[in-house]
């Protein structure tokens, strides 16, 4: 019933169809061959291969690839996650042969020049950041969470505090802080949220004790405003002992304009897949990078990379480092792409980032249909958190719904359900490198559906009318478990 | 028992509003919010808790929540029915849907805070 469904290549296999025809092996080799293959290991008949042309095989995977919803091929606000464009000369420079055949055993004398990276980019951050080191080492954000929740708890110990074991996070915070807080050896105390979608000072001084050992922040925080509270926050939990971490997620609507370490902050993770323009997952490496105070300093993981007096740069351990959190240094490669993102900012580029990453998400923000309320008023920050809870009482229309409709559109769908105090939500974050015209057709695509709500609400709760495969059942695939052995494939020799 | 007899949390858990032992679950509100429960993460048997502790943890394609001890007390059973079959918690959430039975220790002093089926539907409409 889907109008682009896709047969998977064991369908398309037509017996005997080759791609390449490699020389036939004689009767002898062919017994020698399989000789060396242990009896047990041998195959009593072939495996059931799909038999196809090469050209078919292009076809199919090329095909495949396109459907695929990436930042080089549709619009993609996924709040939070900061899709902005990757640029090529980033990528450009990372395969350079001098950085791509390096490998991590050589000496530290045959890679000054990427040491040097290292030491430039761990500058650059610390300016960024507004604190006084920055490691590079932690290989994603979530890691880097857990290394800054760690040099807490080691600083805490050194203090002789073993006591303060308790990590103040809003209700509104990403679902990694309590996670990375809970890996770390903290228990995790849930702090309120006002209805304006911040911190709530009361609930805070009602939490803080001689127990806590920091609270972890986003700021601006997940409901896309700023907490300007900050500078009381940070007394508060100063004043109680507690240390300050600021979760880097939503760095890109600050950066160039405003530094964690000038609002109170003691340890802050960045992304650079995210502020720093290095590629998204994939399952590929990502990077983030910590930074700290100096009452911090000797806690950063094994190896830093200092600069030396006589202009040379060496790896070191800090007097009281936490350890190593990755075999080797880090993903060099991602941290090359990041310091040749920086250095084509520059302090000014970084300056427009944040203010056209909060232009382009007020822009959305003002300009969507009625239908998408706003819980926190017409002004945000780098995102925009709009939701149909009212519509969704009234009509049983689900955020879920305009989400899949959205990909019939060719639009990535933006974050919904998150945060979780807002019910019905979505969390718009269109970054800096969109035009105008990309976000009015967003817009538009958006009163399409508002109108379909009102019109033809059936439509909205069978999308994707236009993709591969319709409504997937997500509870299923979480319930069943079991994959394995469904498939039933006729065709094949065995 | 008719689940309008129960108590209620501010955070969409149920209680039994009296006995030695009582049931506790979450309420339908909740289990709507939530979607197709795929997942409880259940405490163990015997476990002691306070009021307010994280004891409980269901999982949806939406979200991870989690569900909090209504009194102070200790978990004497829990439906390890709901682990081969979550979605119990969705088709019928104040019966066969129950999570754990709790043995309060200070039952009295701790129902305050709770509300009755009328007011919790104040909480939840407004």
């Known amino acids: 019933m889907y109008a682009q469904t896709i047969p998977l290549i064991n369908e398309k296999s037509s017996h005997g169809r080759r791609g390449v025809l490699p020389p036939s092996a004689s009767e002898q080799e062919r017994s020698e061959a399989l000789m060396r293959v242990p009896a047990k290991l041998r ?31 549709q619009f993609y606000p996924l709040g939070s996650c900061t899709m902005k464009y990757n640029p090529r000369i980033n990528e450009k420079v990372a395969a350079m042969a001098g950085f791509q055949r390096l490998h991590p055993m050589q000496e530290e004398a045959d890679i000054q020049g990427s040491l040097r990276i290292y030491h430039d980019l761990q500058e650059i951050l610390k300016e960024v950041l507004g604190l006084e080191a920055v490691t590079l080492t932690p290989a994603a954000g979530a890691q880097g969470e857990f290394v800054g929740m760690t040099i807490i708890k080691a600083y805490h110990d050194a203090q002789g505090n073993h006591d303060r074991d308790e990590v103040l996070i809003p209700d509104s915070a990403h679902g990694t802080n309590p996670a990375s807080a809970a890996l770390a050896g903290f228990k995790v105390r849930e702090v309120k949220s006002t209805k304006e979608g911040r911190v709530d000072l009361e609930s805070l001084r009602a939490a803080v004790s001689e127990r806590t050992a920091g609270i972890m922040l986003t700021n601006p925080n997940t409901c896309g405003v700023f907490e300007n509270d900050i500078r009381e926050i940070a007394k508060i939990v100063h004043e109680a002992g ?67 007096a006589d202009e040379s740069y060496s790896f070191y351990r800090p007097s009281k480092s936490i350890g190593r959190v990755m075999g080797f240094h880090g993903n060099a490669g991602v941290l090359v792409r990041a310091l040749a993102y920086a250095l084509a900012q520059g302090g000014t580029g970084f300056w427009d980032v944040a203010t056209y990453a909060t232009l382009n998400a007020n822009y959305v923000l003002n300009n969507l249909p009625p239908v998408f309320q706003r819980p926190f008023g017409d002004l945000c920050k780098h995102e925009a958190l709009v939701s149909i809870e009212r519509i969704s009482r009234e009509k049983g229309i689900k955020a879920f719904d305009v989400a899949k409709r959205l990909l019939d559109l060719n639009f990535h769908a933006p974050t919904i359900y998150f945060p979780l105090v807002v019910h019905e939500c979505f969390l718009i974050e269109p970054t800096e490198t969109e035009s105008r015209e990309t976000l009015d057709s967003f817009i538009s695509a958006m009163n399409q559906i508002a109108d379909e709500i009102a019109n033809d609400p059936e439509k909205l709760q069978d999308a994707p009318l236009s993709l591969p495969t319709g409504r997937l059942d997500e509870a299923g695939a979480a319930r069943e478990l079991n994959v394995c052995c469904r498939w039933d494939y006729s065709g094949a020799d065995s | 028992m008719s689940h309008e007899t129960y108590l209620f949390t501010e955070s969409h858990e149920w209680v039994e509003p009296d006995g030695d032992v009582r049931s506790m679950g979450i309420t339908d509100h909740a289990q709507h919010l939530l979607g197709d429960i795929v997942y409880a993460e259940l405490p163990e048997v015997g476990r002691e808790v306070a009021k307010g502790d994280e004891i409980i943890v269901v999982e949806s394609p939406k979200a991870a929540a989690d569900v909090y001890a209504p009194f102070s007390g200790e978990i004497v059973e829990v439906n390890s029915a709901l682990e081969g079959e979550p979605g119990t918690i969705n088709q019928n959430p104040y019966g066969e849907g129950w999570i754990v039975k709790i043995k309060p220790s200070k039952a009295a002093e701790e129902s305050e805070g709770l509300m009755t089926w009328d007011k919790y539907q104040d909480h939840i409409g407004g």
Do not use: C, W
């Open chain 1, 242 to 308: 507690g240390l300050l971490y600021y979760d880097g997620a939503n760095l890109n609507a600050i950066v160039g304009r405003t530094r964690p370490g000038d609002m109170g902050f003691d340890v802050v993770h960045m992304n650079l897949h995210k502020t720093f323009s290095t590629p998204h997952g994939g399952g590929g490496p990502g990077a983030g990078p910590v930074g700290v105070a100096k009452r911090l300093l000797d806690f950063l993981p094994d190896p830093h990379v200092k600069k030396n």
């Open chain 1, 43 to 73: 195959r009593k008949a072939a495996p059931a291969m799909p038999e196809v042309s090469e050209l078919e095989a292009v076809r199919h995977f090329t095909r495949l690839s396109q459907k695929n919803f990436s930042i080089d091929g």
